[in-house]
């Protein structure tokens, strides 16, 4: 069925190292893909997307890596902030349609 | 500035009381979502409007009601059918079918 899910309900980094959360999708008819970062009371805020006819994509800081073959997305963060410490959640749409399947979150938590 | 302003932050509701979430934008744009958090999860889609005066039922939209009457408001009735309503509710913006959904900083209902 379709589902997005996430390898580690917890990442724990070092205050200036890269962090890498992971995601996996089961749908190989999803064409768009999403992360957010929310913080503790807050709504999630867009970080980055990728479109299924793409493999990498770059913002500040950021970085989503997308893999059709075995349907894994990944955010790479870049020398990570204490104000990165956050749940990111990715998500995926299926077949241009305006549904979100969202993952259940990881935890970044970054040590000073 | 652009965003989404959700309100009431907190908001309680007695057994078998109706009541209404406000969600507005000033974004100027056509499609306008409703989600459900619960702790430690993901977003669960409860309906969605890509134009005015006209919506679709999500994953959870039993027990709730939405009217889509002008395009900046979508407001969400959780409704005495609803018997878990508990929770986190996010509501989202979003210019197009393939970008982002921007999202408001949620309303957190509790039952009395």
């Known amino acids: 069925g379709e589902s997005v899910g996430l390898h580690l309900p917890t990442l724990s980094v070092q205050e200036g190292d890269n962090s890498i959360i992971n995601c996996a999708y089961s749908?190989?008819?999803?064409?768009?893909f999403i992360w957010y970062k929310q913080e503790s009371g807050k709504g999630p805020q867009f970080i980055i997307d990728?479109?299924?006819?793409?493999d990498k994509r770059q913002g500040q800081r950021v970085t989503v890596l997308l893999n059709k073959t075995v349907k894994h997305l990944s955010l790479q963060i870049a020398a990570t902030q204490p104000g990165d410490s956050a749940v990111y959640f990715c998500?995926?749409?299926?077949?241009?349609?305006?549904?979100?399947?969202f993952g259940s979150g990881t935890r970044l938590l970054v040590r000073p | 500035d652009g965003g989404i302003t959700q309100s009431p932050k907190y908001l309680f509701r007695k057994e078998g009381q109706n009541v209404t979430l406000s969600c507005e934008q000033n974004?100027?744009?056509?499609?306008m979502y409703w989600y459900r958090q619960d702790p430690g999860q993901g977003l669960r889609l409860i309906y969605y409007?890509?134009?005015?005066?006209?919506?679709q039922k999500g994953d959870i939209a039993e027990g709730y009601s939405v009217s889509r009457e002008k395009k900046e408001s979508f407001p969400l009735t959780v409704t005495s059918a609803q018997k878990n309503p508990t929770a986190f509710y996010l509501c989202a913006s979003s210019i197009g079918l393939l970008q982002p959904q921007h999202f408001g900083d949620g309303t957190r209902l509790s039952i009395l």
């Open positions: 974004l100027n744009h056509d499609a």
């Open positions: 990728i479109r299924s006819n793409m």
């Open positions: 409007s890509q134009i005015v005066n006209d919506f």
């Open positions: 998500a995926d749409r299926m077949d241009s349609s305006y549904k979100l399947i």
């Open positions: 749908n190989s008819a999803s064409d768009y």
